[in-house]
Each structure stands twice: as C-alpha cells, then as structure tokens.
C-alpha cells in the first residue's frame, strides 16, 4: 500500500484505488477531528494535509495510467475536488452546521471593525462548530470524484505505463 500512496508510476486497478482513496479518507478525517479539538499539537497534525494532494496524486494518478491517460489529468480531479468542497460545504453549512454560520459573521463583523485580533479568536471555535459540515463535505467530493476515477476503463494489456496490475513481470536478471 505505500507504493500505490507514495510513488506515482505504475498502474492500479479500480479495487486498489478503492482502498488508496480509503486509506487517504481515513487519514483526512482523523487529521481534521484532531486539528479541531487537540489545541496545537492537533494544529501541528493538521501540517500532516500538505502531504495528501502527493498521495492524492500519486493514486488517482496510477489509476489514469491504467486506463491509458496521462496522470496530468490529476488536475482536474484536484479541480473538482475543491469545487465539490466548496458546493457541499455551501449546502450542508446551515444543516449541519448552523452555529458556525453565527460564529463566521460576528468573526467578519469584528473584522470589518478593523479588531484582527478578536476575530482570530474565533478560528477555533468555528474550527469546531463547523467540523461535521467539514467532515461531510470532504466524503461526498471524495465518493463522486473516486467513482468517476474507478469508473475509467482499464486497458486490458500493457500500455506506456507498464503491465496491468496483478500481471507477472518478468525479471531480466
């Protein structure tokens, strides 16, 4: 599993991509509960986030070799990613997550009044309050986006980026 997470040559199939994407899912959830609630040292894990577009990368790109793309069109997946974010957080904020609307407007109130420092105050408390919102979102984007990667037909042999996943290679030496 840490060669489909970290090094982005080679193929994987749609099961493999599964568990990478679950992997990842996994990951992201614990890292956002902990940034949330674990004061510092959860801030310290939330650096942990700078290393998933890589992983993210390096999975969704091997699924695109599989099926014969090249894995730039990663960057539309990444795309997407924070549009479907972003349309979901929209949507499931007054839902899920009624108090950190309250809390963001008297943080862009204190804002307005030029009082930086009380409004950062309120990072944490809406890093909280709107954790469900967060933690929704970012399963939904990552369920559509992987569904339409796994959905990529595989080639059935070899092509530019190597033998099909689970295919025998054999050694030179």
Known sequence: MLSVLFNPNGRIGPRTFWRGIVLLLGAMIIINILSAYAGPVGQMLGLLT???????????????????????????????????EGVFQTVLMPFLSPAASVL??????LMEQGQWMEALAYAPEIAKASLMTALVSLILANIVLGFLAARLK????????????????????
């Open 50 to 84: 700078l290393a998933a577009p890589y992983c993210y990368l390096c999975v969704y790109g091997k699924r695109l070799h599989d099926s014969g793309k090249s894995a730039w069109f990663f960057l539309l997946f990444f795309i997407g990613y924070f549009i479907l």
């Open 104 to 109: 963001q407007d008297d943080m862009t109130l």
């Open 154 to 173: 595989s080639d059935p042999g070899p092509n530019e980026y190597g033998p099909p996943e689970g295919a025998a290679v054999s050694d030179p030496f």
